[in-house]
């Protein structure tokens, strides 16, 4: 059984930064690919970036220059650290693992806003 514990989302100013961080529990993490999602309201959930089990990293368009994914092999941790951060980056961020048919964290909010 595979576990995600995701933390650091909360209400930041524009141009603000946040740090998410995600836990994987259960599994040896840096064997997999893992990647942040989010889900804005009304909207279909997109993925925001993803490093694979090699290294290998991508980033939606829109984030590019903007969002850092990183991993801590020893710590099983990912996190996304997130600069210059927009209105239109307000959403619920999820955490995702690709081992199996996939697992995912609970969700945390991220708030941009005046």
Do not use: H
């Not at 999602?37 to 984030?63: C, H, M, T, W």
């Not at 980056?89 to 609970?106: E, F, H, L, N």
């Amino acid at each position: 059984q595979v576990q995600l514990v995701e933390s650091g989302g909360g209400l930041v100013q524009p141009g603000g930064s946040l740090r998410l961080s995600c836990a994987a529990s259960g599994t040896i993490s840096n064997l997999y690919g893992m990647g942040w999602y989010r889900q804005a309201p009304g909207k279909q959930r997109e993925l925001v970036a993803f490093i694979s089990r090699g290294g290998n990293i991508n980033y939606i368009d829109s984030v590019k220059g903007r969002f850092t994914i990183s991993r801590d092999n020893a710590k099983g941790t990912v996190y996304l650290q997130m600069d210059s951060l927009k209105p239109e980056d307000t959403a619920v961020y999820y955490c995702y693992i690709q081992k199996g048919s996939g697992y995912w964290g609970q969700g945390t909010q991220v708030t941009v806003s005046s």
